[in-house]
């Protein structure tokens, strides 16, 4: 049936189709989770990571934005109780740019936190905050404005303090000294594959592994390297059975030997052989798909997933839902 695009049959199909996604939406929010899940409070539409702060018993969030935040957790809640966040951390300093992952050092008593240009890769750093004071501890710039373009993403942290941000731009890896100080670039053919649409989101999530190698997730291809830091910086493929990790954002360490990427859909990885294999033994679609998982965190022993997008007016309601993996 043809129509013209001024005609009310064309604009009545584009409302009809346009009501389609809002209805799922809706749905989506006024239905009964089937698991766990923290919502809170905020001023901001887009937080991108969360970590859970077990000695002080609340989550920890980095703003889109820019800026840091807390959200106190007292277990005596009743459910249905919707949390507040508090900021901690403003973006003083760091003009438009986003405060993105980041991870607990606690031996140092520190959030390590990345700060990127996410549109126009002009600017990179890595800074740390005290978790008691919040005061800025220091602050690396890694790119830009004048030199090379890049998008630092994530953050992992050594024993020694040593920390470890991902450029999804650049498929490498800036290595920082425990007190800011930048060490090397951590560089290898296997971070970048030939097809150039592939390297548009390359390396993201990352975490240190306490064996003493880093596991690092590539976004577009799916694939997953480990790196053993402390020799020679040997960069290893690690061949995953059963699924693609395509689309992987942040990780976490469940154990020793199991390995959340978060994502859409997310995938809970088990390796018997200290990760030279993986095989993907649990698979989840959220149920909040349209405000998109970006990390994962771990709070008494069971995983929580991070939503980038918060909904509602005028404040917004950002979701923590426990993640229970499936085969």
């Not at 766990?36 to 969360?50: F, I, K, M, Q, V």
């Not at 991902?166 to 007190?179: E, F, H, L, S, Y």
Request: proline share 4%.
């Amino acid at each position: 049936m043809a129509f013209s695009i001024c005609s009310p049959k064309f604009f009545l199909l584009l409302l009809l189709l346009s009501a389609v996604p809002i209805a799922y939406i809706i749905h989506s929010e006024t239905s009964e989770r089937a698991t766990h899940a923290y919502a809170y409070h905020s001023n901001g539409w887009l937080r991108e990571c969360t970590k859970w702060d077990d000695l002080n018993r609340r989550f920890l969030v980095s703003f889109f934005e820019g800026g840091f935040g807390v959200v106190p957790v007292q277990e005596d809640q009743g459910s249905g109780v919707v949390l507040e966040e508090i900021q901690v951390v403003g973006n003083v300093g760091f003009g438009k740019n986003s405060s993105l992952g980041f991870v607990v050092d606690r031996p140092r008593n520190r959030a390590v936190v990345v700060i990127a240009d996410v549109m126009g890769n002009k600017y990179s750093a890595v800074t740390a905050y005290d978790l008691t004071t919040w005061e800025r501890l220091f602050v690396t710039q890694l790119s830009g404005p004048e030199g090379e373009k890049g998008f630092a993403d994530d953050v992992a942290v050594d024993p020694e303090g040593n920390a470890y941000i991902t450029d999804t731009k650049g498929n490498k890896i800036w290595k920082i000294g425990p007190n800011g100080e930048y060490l090397y670039t951590i560089k290898s053919p296997l971070f970048a594959p030939k097809e150039w649409y592939l390297n548009l989101v390359g390396l993201n999530g990352i975490v240190y592994h306490p064996n003493g190698y880093l596991l690092v997730v590539h976004t577009l291809t799916g694939n997953l390297f480990k790196i053993d830091i402390g020799k020679g910086d040997k960069v290893k493929l690690v061949k995953i059975i059963g699924s693609s990790l395509r689309f992987g954002d942040g990780m976490e360490l469940l154990s020793p030997t199991k390995l959340v990427v978060a994502g859409n859909p997310s995938r809970l990885v088990e390796s018997l052989d200290d990760f030279e294999t993986g095989k993907v033994v649990g698979k989840l679609f959220s149920g909040d798909t349209h405000r998109l998982v970006t990390a994962a965190t771990v709070k008494d022993g069971k995983v929580y997933l991070n939503h980038l997008f918060g909904l509602g007016y005028p404040k917004r309601k950002h979701v923590l839902v426990e993640a229970v993996f499936t085969s």
